[in-house]
C-alpha cells in the first residue's frame, strides 16, 4: 500500500514573496487556534480516561462488580483504543487528518451519551470500547496533525498543548469525580448510580464543542502535498505562517519529502528502524512505568490502605493539579532543555518516588507519618514522570517519522503506547494482589530505570529541528548522533 502522491521532477514555482499580501502574527494566531480546538480531543481523552478512577468507587452501588469486572470496565476504553489507533493511521493518509479529528469527535459523543445509559457491566464495557476508538484515533492523529501545522521553532509547545489538554481532562474529571460522588441530588433525580452516570454524561460537553470546532481547522499542508495538492498546501501554509517565517521555502522541503512513497516494508526497513524504535519504545516505557494504571487505580489503592472515599478522591484531585503544573512545565522544558534531556533530568525523580512509596507500604497499610508519605510519592511520581516520559511521548512520536510514512509509523507508536496501556490496566489490580502494593511500586521503579537507559541510548535530540531535517538525518545514518 502507498499513501505518496505521483513523483514530479521539480516543486511548482512559487510566486514572489512580494506578490502577496505580508503575512502577519494573524498566522500564528490560527495555529495557536486549530491546535487548541483539536487539542480538545485531549481534553476528551483525559476526561475519559480519568474519570473511571472516581466512577469505579460507586458503580459497585448499581453492579455486582468483583476485581475481574471493575479491570475489565478499566480496560474496556484501552481495548478500544488499541483497535482504534490501528485504524487511524492509515485512514489519515487516506482520508485526511481533519476527517478524522471529526470522526473521533462524534465516537466521543456516542460513548459518553452511551456510558451514561448503560444497564450492565457489559454494556457499559461495549460503551468504554466505543469511548476507546475515539481515544485511540485521538492519540494517533492529533500530534500528528498539530505537528504538520505548527512551523518547527514552535512545534514542540503545540504538540504539547495535546497532553496539557489531556492532563487538564484528568484534572477536570477529578473535580467532577468528587464532586458528584454520592450526591443525594443525582441519586434521587436518576436513581441509584446517577452519580456515575452523570459523571459519564458531561463528556458529551468537550465532544460536542470539538464538532462545532470543525470548522476552524484546516487541512494538513503535508497531507494535501502528499496528495499533489501542492497549491491548497502552500495557500494553508501562507495563512499558517507569521512574518518571519517562509512558507514558499517550507514549502519547497515538503514536496521534495511528499514525492517519496511510503509503504508498510520501508517503515520497517533498516534505514528506518531506530526512528521505529525510538518512537514505539517510548511509547512502551510511557506505559510499563506505571503512569496510567496509577492514574486509574489511585482511589482503590488508597481507599485499600485506609483513606475513606472523600480523602481518596481529594488526593485524585491533587494529582490532577500535579500533573498539570508537570504538563505546564514540560510545555516550557521541551523547547528550551529539549525533548532528550528533559526526559534524563527529571525521570529520576520517578524512580526515586517509587522507592519512597514502596517502602512507606512495606509491610502493610501505611499509618501515621506515613500516610503523608504515601501521598507525596504519588505527587512526587507523577509530577516527574507526566513532566518527562509523558510530555515528550506524542511529541517524539509525532516527528521521528518521514512524512511518507508518518500516519503508519505513528499508528504503530500508538498501536505500543495502548497494548501495553491495556496489558497494565489488566493486570494491575492482579499484581497488587499477588505481590502487594509494596512489591508493585518496586517492580515499577526497576522498570523506569529501563526506561532512563533507552531514552539516553535510543532518543535523539529532535528541538529546533524540521521534520524534514529529521528525516534527512534517518537517510544519512547520523539519526542517533544529534543528541
Known sequence: MTSGAPLHSSPPSPPSRRTHPALSSSGQRRVFIASCVAGLAGVLFGYDQGIISAALLTLGDSFALDTLGKQAIAAGMVAGALLGCMGAGPLSDRWGRRL????????????????????SPTELTIMRVILGLAVGGASQIVPVYIAELA???????????????????????????????????????????????????????????????????????????????????????RSLRGPDEDPEAEMAEIHDAAGQRGSWRLLFSKRLRPALIAGT?????????????????????????????NSALLISIAIGVTITVATIFGFWAVDHWGRRRLMLRVLPGSILALIVLAFVFFGGDPQGIGKSLAVAGLLLYVLCTLGSINASLWLVGAEVFPLSVRGKGMGLVTVSHWSFDLLISMITLSIIETMGVSGTFILFAGLTTLAWLFIRRCIPETKGRSLEDIERSLNTGDFLLRS
Not at 516505557?285 to 494504571?293: D, E, I, R
Request: proline share 4%; net charge positive.
Open 100 to 119: 478524522l479529528v471529526g470522526l473521533a469527535g462524534a465516537l466521543f459523543l456516542l460513548g459518553s451519551i452511551g456510558s451514561a445509559m448503560a444497564m
Open 151 to 237: 512551523p518547527a521553532a514552535r512545534r514542540g509547545r503545540l504538540v504539547l498543548l495535546f497532553q496539557l489538554a489531556i492532563v487538564g481532562g484528568v484534572l477536570v474529571s477529578s473535580l467532577i469525580g468528587w464532586a458528584l460522588s454520592g450526591s443525594p441530588f443525582l441519586i434521587r433525580l436518576l436513581s441509584q448510580g446517577g452519580d456515575w452516570r452523570m459523571m459519564f454524561l458531561l463528556g458529551a460537553v468537550p465532544a460536542l464543542m470539538l464538532l462545532i470546532g470543525l470548522i476552524f481547522l484546516p487541512e494538513s499542508p503535508r497531507f494535501l502535498a502528499s496528495k499533489g495538492r501542492e497549491d491548497e498546501a502552500l495557500a494553508i501554509l
Open 281 to 309: 519504545g517510548l511509547a512502551m516505557f510511557s506505559q510499563v512505568t506505571g503512569t496510567n494504571a496509577v492514574l486509574t487505580y489511585a482511589p482503590t489503592i488508597l481507599a485499600g490502605a485506609g483513606f475513606d472515599r
